[in-house]
């Protein structure tokens, strides 16, 4: 098995780059996704985050409202890590349980986690190699403002509420810069899915 952490900051492009990926042959393993899952309805985790946060934070169907969580928590650090401290452990167990699944069926998987917040907790030397999709935090906000509709204060607050562009890159193995077009993303991301597989072919040292 080959075990790459993909990462980068909010709006940099991680998604395109994981189902680019995924199309390829990786098994990916979406932290977003299984944060998500985590707070589903009806699991102990939305339970949790209720009793902390309070029923403000749901919406009229039960379901996690997370645009008024995430207003809470992106203006207060210790909010924010509370959340954090209900939803990591729990998505690190389910990706743990992912990975082996992969690995038992495919003993060379190429596994890639994509982890937005892996340099914040600290998970660098977890992987085997890290990939960052690099932008400018001019480019993110222009994205997140055109994009997603995000108010540019707010959109601010998450950037900053994040690693730096540099510490992000300190920790890379590998760099995908996505500040050019569609095409030239995917040639990067095959390049490096040749340079995976070249190195899961390689016999152990």
Do not use: C, Y
């Not at 985790?45 to 409202?65: I, K, Q």
């Not at 210790?78 to 167990?93: D, F, G, M, Q, T």
């Amino acid at each position: 098995m080959l075990k790459v952490g993909l990462t980068g900051g909010i709006a940099s492009g991680k998604t395109v780059v994981a189902e680019r990926l995924a199309a390829l042959g990786a098994d990916v393993i979406d932290a977003d996704l299984l944060a998500r899952e985590a707070v589903a309805p009806g699991t102990s985790g939305l339970a949790e985050v209720v009793a902390s946060f309070g029923p403000a934070v749901l919406l009229t169907d039960g379901s996690l409202d997370r645009a008024a969580l995430g207003r809470l928590v992106f203006a207060d650090h210790a909010a924010r890590r509370r959340l954090e401290s209900i939803i990591h452990p729990r998505v690190r167990a389910a990706a743990r349980q992912l990975e082996a699944e992969a690995t038992t069926a495919r003993p060379d998987a190429v596994v890639v986690h994509v982890i937005p917040l892996l340099v914040e907790t600290g998970q660098a030397d977890a992987f085997d190699r890290v990939v960052v999709v690099d932008v400018d935090a001019v480019t993110q906000l222009e994205r997140l403002v055109a994009v997603r509709g995000m108010d540019p204060a707010e959109a601010r607050q998450r950037i900053a509420a994040q690693a730096s562009r540099s510490e992000r890159l300190a920790v890379a193995d590998e760099v995908i810069d996505n500040s050019g077009s569609p095409a030239e993303l995917e040639r990067q991301v095959d390049a490096l899915w040749r340079s995976f597989r070249s190195r899961r072919a390689q016999p152990p040292p």
